[in-house]
C-alpha cells in the first residue's frame, strides 16, 4: 500500500464497524486473499451494483474514470522471459528499460457483498474483487 503504508509499519485494525455499516468506497481494509489465505491491506475502488473497468491501465467506475490521488498511476504488467527475468528494450531511445503493458480488463458489475480492491501503488500491486466475508476489517491509521 505505499505510498500510503510500508512494510513493518504498525496500524490499528477496527473489527467492529464492518458488523454495524457496511464499506465504503476509500475505505482502506484488511482483506484475506481467498487463493493463499494471505493478508492484504487495500483500498476499496467500488462497491456492490457498481460496474469496474480497466482501460489501458486507467480504472473506470460505472463509465467514469477513477478520480483519487493514485489517479495517475496506471496498473502494468511486467513482460518476462522463460526464467522470469523482465525484459527490456535494447534499440531506439529505451535501451534497459523494463518492458511493460498497461492492463485492459472488459467492465464487471459487482455482485451483492462484491467489493473491488486495489492498493495504492497501482503499478504493483494485487487487485480484484473480494467478498464482504474476506473482509476482516478496517483500518485506523
Do not use: C
Not at 480497466?54 to 511486467?78: N, P, Q
Not at 457483498?113 to 480484484?128: A, H, T
Request: charged share 35%; aromatic share 12%.
Amino acid at each position: 500500500m505505499s505510498p500510503t503504508y510500508h512494510d513493518k509499519e504498525w496500524v490499528v485494525i477496527d473489527e467492529w464497524t464492518y458488523r454495524f455499516f457496511v464499506p465504503e468506497e476509500g475505505d482502506v481494509i484488511i482483506v484475506r486473499d481467498p487463493s493463499n489465505n494471505d493478508t492484504l491491506i487495500k483500498r476499496i475502488i467500488a462497491t456492490p451494483g457498481q460496474k469496474v473497468e480497466v482501460k489501458e491501465g486507467y480504472i473506470y467506475v460505472d463509465g467514469i474514470a477513477l478520480s483519487d490521488k493514485f489517479k495517475e498511476e496506471r496498473i502494468l504488467i511486467v513482460l518476462v522471459d522463460e526464467n522470469d527475468a523482465p525484459l527490456r528494450y535494447w534499440g531506439g531511445t529505451e535501451i534497459n528499460e523494463i518492458v511493460v503493458e498497461y492492463t485492459s480488463h472488459l467492465p464487471e458489475k459487482l455482485g451483492k457483498d462484491e467489493y473491488w480492491v486495489i492498493g495504492d501503488n497501482r503499478e504493483s500491486s494485487w487487485y480484484g474483487i473480494v467478498k464482504f466475508k474476506d473482509i476482516k476489517g478496517k483500518l485506523r491509521f
